[in-house]
Every structure is written in structure tokens, then in C-alpha cells.
């Protein structure tokens, strides 16, 4: 069974950098799959930050591509969130997901779904 | 960009059947997926690819996709159901994961 965990600080300052990993177990990185970063701010809705492939393909949301960096160490069947220059606005629970990305044969349009998922980690912005 | 719209919330009494809508425009062209998130915890998939269930999902949960319209639906409500529910689609035109509002079932 497929299990994510994230760690990272849980308090970072404005303006610095967020950073967070993501460890796999029961499921090798390298064998497939997208992994995704979602988060949720306090009270509010859930926003898809990006998802990455080992093989190095990357996909971010337009509104956070220039401060986001995701990156995989199949090594350690870990991925990893960078998120740079924080404001209080950053500030959510922060999840990571496996990110099954397929065509639909109908339309041959992809669709990604995200399962399973870690259980989240608060991350606060504030000096 | 593209938007999904849902209601913020959705009431039922036990044992009657609950419907969460997702709107967005031409939806029924994508394919929707629905995650349930109990207080507190991690969302978790609940349909896929707009009518599919994942294994362990039990048969009350259902969903639909027409037009400009998905739906959750939750029959036999159960006490257990109480969550936020949130539907999802990839926007193909800005490659982009796309989560609605979300949608809390209160079970009365």
C-alpha cells in the first residue's frame, strides 16, 4: 500500500524560502507516476501547486510557476516543494499526492487525479 | 482560467440521498473527480473519471457529468458521510489541476 508522509518546518519567515519533502514508501518513485503538491489554506479550498514525473517533466500552476521548484531524488523515493519569497498568503496545510495522469480515450485529452495523499503539515509564514 | 463553482453546502437527514453539483463551463468534456476530506484529515478519492469508484469506496457514492454540470451523489446518507466535498478536473488549455470551492455535508 502506497503511504506518503511530508516533513519540513513548519514555520518560515516572510520573504524566505518554504521548503518541504515528501517520502514514499510501499511504491518506488521510479516506476511511474506523477507526484503532486496541493495546498490549503486555513478555512479555504484546496489549490494545486504542480507534480513532477522522475523522468524530469514538470507541470506548475501559472500563479505560483515563478516561486515554485519541485524536484525527485528516486534514490530515496522522495520528492521534494521549494517555494520561494513567502508572504502570509502562503500560509496552509501542505499536502503532497501521487498524481495519475492519463488520456481520456473519448477526447485525448490528459486528466491527472491525485491519490493516495499524505496527511498534511501546517506550514505558518510569519517573522 | 478555468473556474468550478460549487455550493458551499449541502444538507441531508440520514438514510436520504445527497446531491453536491460542480459547475463549469462544457464540464461534461472533461473528466471530474470527486475527493471527500473529514475534519482534519487528508482528502481522499472518492469517483474518478467522472462515474468510477476506487476499491473500498462503498457503492452509495456515485457521481455524473452533463453539460455544464458534475455531480456527487451520496445515497444513504450515513452519519460518517459528514465532510467537505471537492471536485477536481485538469484544465487541458492552461495544463493546470483545477479544485472547486468544496462543499460541506452537514447529516442532520
Known amino acids: 500500500q502506497v503511504q506518503l508522509q511530508e516533513s519540513g518546518p513548519g514555520l518560515v519567515k516572510p520573504s524566505e524560502t518554504l521548503s518541504l519533502t515528501c517520502s514514499v514508501s510501499?511504491?518506488?518513485?521510479?516506476?511511474?507516476?506523477?507526484w503532486g503538491w496541493i495546498r490549503q489554506p486555513p478555512g479555504k479550498g484546496l489549490e494545486w501547486i504542480g507534480s513532477m514525473h522522475h523522468s524530469g517533466s514538470t507541470y506548475y500552476n501559472p500563479s505560483l510557476k515563478s516561486r515554485v521548484t519541485i524536484s525527485v531524488d528516486t534514490s530515496k523515493d522522495q520528492f521534494s516543494l521549494k517555494l520561494s519569497s513567502v508572504s502570509a498568503a502562503d500560509t496552509a496545510v501542505y499536502y503532497c499526492?501521487?498524481?495519475?495522469?492519463?488520456?481520456?480515450?473519448?477526447?485525448?485529452?490528459?486528466?491527472?487525479?491525485?491519490?493516495?495523499w499524505g496527511q498534511g503539515t501546517l506550514v505558518i509564514v510569519s517573522s | 482560467s478555468y473556474v468550478l463553482t460549487q455550493p458551499p453546502s449541502v444538507s441531508v437527514a440520514p438514510g436520504q440521498t445527497a446531491r453536491i453539483t460542480c459547475g463549469g463551463n462544457?464540464?461534461?468534456?472533461?473528466?471530474v473527480h470527486w475527493y471527500q476530506q473529514r475534519p482534519g484529515q487528508a482528502p481522499v478519492l472518492v469517483v474518478y473519471?467522472?462515474?468510477d469508484r476506487p476499491s473500498g469506496i462503498p457503492e452509495r457514492f456515485s457521481g455524473s457529468n452533463s453539460g455544464n454540470t458534475a455531480t456527487l451523489t451520496i445515497s444513504r446518507v450515513e452519519a460518517g458521510d459528514e465532510a467537505d466535498y471537492s471536485c477536481q478536473v485538469w484544465d487541458t488549455s492552461s495544463d493546470r489541476g483545477v479544485f472547486g470551492g468544496g462543499t460541506k455535508l452537514t447529516v442532520l
Open positions: 499526492a501521487r498524481d495519475k495522469r492519463v488520456v481520456i480515450p473519448s477526447t485525448m485529452l490528459w486528466t491527472s487525479r491525485f491519490d493516495p
Open positions: 510501499g511504491y518506488s518513485i521510479s516506476s511511474g507516476y506523477y
Open positions: 473519471d467522472d462515474t
Open positions: 462544457n464540464i461534461g468534456g472533461k473528466s
